[in-house]
């Protein structure tokens, strides 16, 4: 996606933007443009380089007096208010989102667009940072809120049944808006639109919107209908070998097809589900790595479900203290380690932490024997981590011969 150019002072975006494509409550923020002395206490805990941007907008003296002064002067004053008012704007947007998105929206203005890499200062201050985009790259601002959605949802992985041994440009660069416009119109549903294709670090996110049906509510304002949408959400691989998908349906495993040939010139090409098998002799010594990595600090047990040898029909499960209790029922089976009961697990619910002092990720592990009996499908979910803490847990699971699927 080609970002416009805004200039570091260009014009800031009108409500219609704000309310419209961000769907921030114009409504709230002039309700709160009301409340003088709440403006001016928000203010003076803000950052003094957001104070001196709001300054150097609305034309205010720099720097005077205590930091409570200046938010003051900038609220009493017209321009100042003006300004004031915009950065309530950035505010809402900003407000509840995950930190990891932000991050992740601000390093992709930043790639996108290398003469605003000064951007990157304003990590944790959020407010200047949307404002600054809004100024200067104002095409990317719904990238916050789209990169929010992304890592709320769960994906699932799907690959392409042979290799396409790309040499060209990657997928951030071959996929672009008019190709994804190009295929959906090629596809003749009219219910289904792009609303952006954003860069992710050499991949690509694709964000599709279907409408839905009118449906009929009961309020205490009368019968209010109201038109049902969803999201369909892909990642498209650098390579374009892999694709996430949310939510996992045929129809967007076709049309990562359809995109990918089309951006390559590929095809026919075809996304089959992600479902890595490992031994179940891998999956055996699973437990005693679990407890291992326990005493060694690397992973915090929280939950065990598994079968015990003679009752494979009754699934067992330790919550709490699962090295506890193992060790308790290991005793009643005369084992003499405690992962010698649980050959067969099936669940785990773990906080893995890649580094010492690290906060732990939680992951919930599900384990699926197969037919054969000598292999197990493994499926994993990531419990509010980051990307960087989900490769640390995958690249540790597949150091142990054992390869995850998203789920």
């Not at 997928?171 to 639109?193: I, M």
């Not at 075809?270 to 031994?279: D, I, K, M, V």
């Not at 203290?321 to 005793?331: E, F, M, W, Y």
Request: proline letters at 5%.
């Amino acid at each position: 996606m080609a970002l416009s150019n805004g200039g570091r002072f260009g014009e800031f975006p009108g409500d219609e933007i704000w309310e419209g494509l961000l769907g921030v409550d114009l409504a709230s923020v002039d309700q709160e443009m009301k409340e003088d002395e709440a403006l001016v206490r928000w203010l003076a805990k803000q950052s003094d380089a957001l104070m001196a941007l709001l300054e150097e907008r609305a034309g205010v003296a720099p720097r005077r007096g205590t930091k409570r002064e200046r938010a003051a002067r900038l609220v009493m004053d017209e321009h100042g208010r003006a300004v004031v008012r915009q950065a309530v704007l950035c505010r809402h947007l900003v407000h509840r989102r995950r930190h990891e998105a932000l991050e992740r929206a601000l390093t992709a203005v930043a790639r996108e667009r290398p003469q605003l890499a000064s951007l990157l200062s304003a990590r944790g201050d959020w407010v200047r940072a949307v404002m600054e985009v809004a100024l200067a790259a104002p095409d990317a601002l719904p990238w916050f809120p789209l990169w929010d959605l992304a890592l709320r949802v769960r994906f699932r992985e799907y690959r392409l049944n042979e290799t396409l041994g790309l040499t060209g440009a990657p997928a951030s660069e071959a996929v672009t808006r008019e190709l994804v416009d190009g295929v959906l119109r090629q596809a003749g549903d009219e219910a289904l639109r792009c609303v952006d294709v954003i860069p992710d670090d050499g991949a690509v996110m694709i964000f599709l919107l279907r409408q839905g049906s009118r449906e009929r509510i009961a309020t205490l304002d009368g019968v209010r209908y109201v038109q049902r949408a969803q999201w369909l959400i892909l990642r498209l691989s650098e390579d374009g070998e892999r694709l996430r998908l949310y939510p996992a349906a045929a129809l967007g495993a076709r049309l990562g097809e359809v995109i990918a040939a089309r951006a390559w010139g590929k095809g026919p090409l075809q996304f089959e589900p992600y479902r890595p098998r490992a031994g179940s002799e891998a999956i055996a010594s699973w437990t005693e790595n679990l407890l291992n990595g326990e005493r060694e600090g690397l992973v915090e047990l929280l939950e065990l479900d598994f079968a015990v040898p003679g009752i494979n029909r009754v699934a067992w499960r330790i919550q709490g203290d699962v090295a506890a209790g193992l060790a308790l029922l290991a005793r009643a089976w005369e084992a003499r380690e405690p992962q010698a009961i649980a050959p067969e697990l099936r669940r785990a619910v773990l906080g893995f932490r890649p580094a010492p002092k690290e906060r732990p990720g939680r992951f919930t592990v599900w384990v699926e024997r197969q037919e054969d009996g000598a292999s197990v499908t493994v499926t994993y979910r990531g419990h509010g981590v980051s990307s960087a803490q989900e490769q640390a847990f995958l690249q540790w699971m597949e150091g142990l011969g054992i390869p995850c699927a998203p789920r």
